[in-house]
Every structure is written in structure tokens, then in C-alpha cells.
């Protein structure tokens, strides 16, 4: 059973990280009309499919993605690194330092702020010179051969859209205010639709603290 389990959470890794790619592939090709509503459910769709390449990295950070350590490791950093240049190690150290001090000041996804102030704190912990540099030459070589409208509505604003559904959903919303638990959450109520379409299942965010080996795919189980 448990090598089944492994094997699933492995395909189902590369499966978003398939779809990611086939969809930015079409999406950077396409001689797109503004007037075609296809066009702006397509930007939300690409943003789904961003914040799931973060959710991946993040099931690989709590070992969910396969019991092999190296390919846990390698699908972590190819799924954090297509995100937006981020490195794997960096995000996986500040990640369990979460974890391991939620809602104090040693917890680097915590901002006693508004949602704004919040916001800009949580981005300024992650972001560094160097991966905006990644992204800064990625971004101008690819417009050499891609229609710059492309680049910046299919692959710029989906990728820094997935930035708010991640901190709303996964940062803020759940740990905001005072709770009456150890792990200083809240959750989503029960309806497993919701809770996949704002997070891959993570606004059930008191269940992921109780149950951090429990990768997003199986996450909506812990509410039952």
C-alpha cells in the first residue's frame, strides 16, 4: 500500500507540472483576440495551474511526493524553480521554520499587519536579487522568439496572481486573529470544490498543521 501511495503522489506531481507546461506552451503560441472571453478564463486557469506547481514543491518539502529522497527532492526543485526562479533549499528551510514556529516572531509567513502590509512583508522574505535576476533574463530571452503580450499576460500576470491565491488562502486567511489551537489556524468549512479551486485543498489549513504528511491531494480526507 505504501509503495502505491508514493507511486500516486509521483504521478500526480508530474501531472501538474505536464499540464503547467502544455498549457503556457499553447497559451505563449496563441494569436489571441482581447475580445475573446477565452482569453481571461485561460489567465485564471494558468494562475490554477501556477499556484499548483507551489503546492507540489510544497508536498516535496514535507517528503509527500515520493519516499525517495532524491526524487522527492529533484521534483521539489524543478516545480519551485518553473514557479518563478525560486531555489528549493531556501523555500524548504523557511517553510518548516513555519511549521515549527507558527504565529511568532520566528515565523517568517507571519506579519501581525493588514492584508497589504502582510502581503509585502511575506513577498520580501521569499523574493531575493538573484531569482528576480532568473526571472528578468528568462523573461528577455523568451521574448526573442514570443510575442511580448504573451509573456506578460500568460506567463508574468498568472504567476504573480498565484502569489495572492497562495498568501490569501494559504497564509492569511487561515492564520489572521487569534485561535483557540496549538497551531494558530483556521479552516475552510467543508465543501472539497471550494477548497480546490481557491487552494488545492489548503484552506483546510488547521488540518494540513495537524497532519503536515498528508500531501494536498489527500487533504480534503482530514475534514471527514
Sequence with gaps: MKTAINFTG????????????CCLF????????????????MILVQMHLFTGLFITAHDAMHGT???????????GYAAVFLYAGFFYNTLFKKHHKHHNHVHTNDDPDFAPHGFWKWYLSFMLNYVTIIQLIIMAVAYNVLKIWI???????????????????????????????????????????????????????????????????TPWWQLYKTKN
Design 10 to 21: 509521483f504521478f500526480i506531481a508530474l501531472s501538474v507540472i505536464f499540464c503547467w507546461f
Design 26 to 41: 499553447f497559451l505563449l503560441k496563441w494569436d489571441f483576440s482581447w475580445s475573446n472571453p477565452l482569453v481571461y478564463l
Design 65 to 75: 511526493v515520493s519516499s525517495n529522497k532524491i526524487i522527492n527532492m529533484i521534483v
Design 147 to 213: 510575442d511580448e503580450r504573451n509573456l506578460l499576460l500568460f506567463w508574468v500576470l498568472p504567476s504573480l496572481l498565484s502569489t495572492f491565491q497562495l498568501f490569501y488562502f494559504g497564509t492569511y486567511l487561515p492564520h489572521k486573529g487569534e485561535h483557540d489551537n496549538e497551531y494558530h489556524s483556521s479552516t475552510l468549512n467543508k465543501n472539497h470544490f471550494i477548497a480546490f479551486i481557491t487552494c488545492y485543498f489548503f484552506g483546510y489549513h488547521l488540518e494540513h498543521h495537524q497532519k503536515p504528511a
